[in-house]
């Protein structure tokens, strides 16, 4: 049986802003079905959980969504388990992209909910290019 | 700096429903319900030691929201030097409402949503009992 190894997608929890919640919408949507393949994991238990999520993150590529320049979904990461295999910054994403949220942390709008999906391909780039490095 | 205001943590939790839960409950309560008395942070800035959101846990009073058994946000509070004022626990909540079987975790069903409100009229309900207007 060949079982494809796993690639760990992990937003940031950002609950003070919209991005936040971009970047958490953004990453069930990969597990939803852009990459149905990929796993996430709760940043918080890099620091209360047990060891699972730490030893996830040094076994397997692990691709990092974070909302805003503080970075924290990446710098756990690699503080608790290594380098990111890549990592996707939603702030600059907009900003490269000219757009802003129109809703609200809370509830996303139709247009919110538009540029989540197409972060999500963003991720799906980067979580792509993850799988092949891995497949050599 | 952290104005009196109490501190509603959610956990981001992102696997289940019952992260979504907590989190749109206190984004209902800081926003809506209680937005002169109750305030959030990211539970990530806490998770990676960021010196002003250690600051504002140690000065608030807390109220911990967590969607699971592991507690993350009870944990990394008191893990930041905060203390634990109040802790809502999702999974008390379905024991209540056992009628309310939430299963959509990005946006959540109607039973989600429900589950949400109760949960922020507690919460609210906490904010009025722990607030002073004043730090710890």
Known sequence: MNIKPKIGVVSCSGECCILGTLS?????????GVRADTVTLCLPLFLAGDSGEREFAQRFPTVSVDGCHKHCAKKAIVEYSGPTAASVDVEKLLMEWG????????????????????IAQEVAERVDEAREAQDG | MTDGKVLVIPCSGIGKPFGTIGREATFTVVDELRPGK?????????????PDAKRQVQESRCVAVDGCPLECARKNIEIAGGRIDA??????????NRGLKPRQVTFLDEDGEKLATILAEKIAAKVD???TGEAR
């Open chain 1, 24 to 32: 958490r919408v953004a990453t069930r949507f990969i597990l939803e």
């Open chain 2, 38 to 50: 109750a305030d959030t942070n990211c539970l990530s800035l806490l998770v990676m030691g960021d």
């Open chain 2, 87 to 96: 802790h809502m626990r999702v999974m008390d909540l379905l024991r209540d």
């Open chain 1, 99 to 118: 757009e802003e949220p129109t809703g609200t942390r809370k509830t996303l709008s139709a247009k919110d909910v538009e540029l989540a999906k197409r």
């Open chain 2, 129 to 131: 009992e722990l607030y």
